[in-house]
């Protein structure tokens, strides 16, 4: 079997930075590329290659998939759902643009596989909001949401027309402590844990009793790798697979992290960004996932909040 070579568009975030470190893993570090606009995020330095790279410049990267022999994309640069609504076309342009050009670059270089990531943003305020399902009204109704569906419409599409095997999951907020999240509704998830730590204070901008589906970073990164990994036999749903670990509402994670630091406090004052996260599913039903692929979570709120300030801790150093 040839050796497969990554190329991941957008290491530089939340995301791609602990993409980069696991697939680093499992495919040996000369194998995965990663790339950005920027200059490597600190744990991406020196760990392995590296290139700058704009996700709208095709010519750019159809030059590096020839100069590395890649036979794998994962494209992970894009706008986020509050940055987006702050400039609903450059949102529209970077996330479209960088996806069809990725789909026809994976037709004409014969790519083995490509995963780009979707988003619970994908539904709005006319589907179920409790234990959504795979299948349902989808109604988005940030920029950001209607490029996640609009994407997952094309993926498919190019599936059926073309064969491309492309991949995709429905993410939930993601908590991480390794790589910082960047313009998002669920941000606060992981603010809330570096405030704990360096102020015992945290005012949310999601009020008391927002619901939203979550997950721990290291779910999703072995969660995706899995569903690259499945037979292809496996994947019947070439738009993206619902995922999901937990859910929860700002003063829950308060308490969770009560149980380890008492004297911290929360208070409450929400922003723009209530708007989208009250559009948005309070939990996710995945059951499709577990099914055909076996998606399985193992962090729930307590664990994650145990191992989030842990690892915090021994990072920053309060
Ligand atoms: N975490 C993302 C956001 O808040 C949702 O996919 O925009």
């Not at 939203?212 to 779910?219: K, W």
């Not at 700002?250 to 009250?278: C, G, L, V, W």
Request: net charge negative; glycine share 6%; with cysteine.
């Amino acid at each position: 079997m040839k050796q497969e070579k990554i190329l991941i568009i957008g290491a530089g975030g939340q995301i791609g930075v602990e993409l980069a470190l696991a697939l680093r893993k499992v495919y040996g570090t000369d194998n995965v590329v990663a790339s950005d606009i920027k200059a490597a995020h600190p744990l991406l330095k020196d760990s392995g290659p590296y290139a700058i790279l704009n996700a709208m410049d095709a010519n750019a990267t159809l030059e590096l998939v020839k100069k590395e022999g890649i036979t794998q994309i994962y494209l992970l640069a894009a706008l986020l759902s509050a940055t987006g609504e702050k400039d609903p076309k450059k949102a529209w342009e970077i996330n479209m643009q960088s996806l069809l050009q990725t789909l026809e670059l994976g037709v004409q270089e014969k790519l083995t596989k490509i995963y780009w990531p979707s988003s619970i943003a994908v539904f709005g305020r006319s589907t179920p909001h409790h234990n959504t399902p795979q299948e349902t009204v989808i109604e988005p109704q940030t920029v950001y949401g209607i490029s996640k569906y609009a994407g997952e419409l094309w993926c498919q599409y190019y599936n059926q027309r073309w064969g491309l095997d492309v991949r995709s999951l429905r993410y939930p907020g993601l908590i991480s402590w390794k790589s910082e999240p960047g313009g998002g509704t669920t941000d606060y998830a992981v603010e809330i844990y570096h405030e704990a730590l360096k102020n015992k204070k945290y005012t949310s901008f999601l009020s008391e009793d927002t619901y939203l589906p979550m997950m721990y970073m290291d779910d999703a990164i072995r969660g995706t790798i899995e569903l690259m990994e499945a037979p292809s036999e496996k994947i019947k749903t070439r738009m993206a697979y619902n995922l999901s670990a937990m859910s929860f509402s700002p003063k829950e994670i308060a308490a969770s992290i009560q149980k380890h630091i008492p004297d911290f406090t929360i208070d409450y004052n929400p922003d723009f960004r209530q708007k989208i996260a009250d559009g948005w599913p309070k939990s996710i039903d995945d059951s499709a996932a577990r099914e055909h692929w076996g998606w399985k979570n193992e962090f729930d709120l307590d664990n994650m909040t145990a191992d989030m300030l842990l690892n915090l801790k021994a990072k920053v150093g309060h």
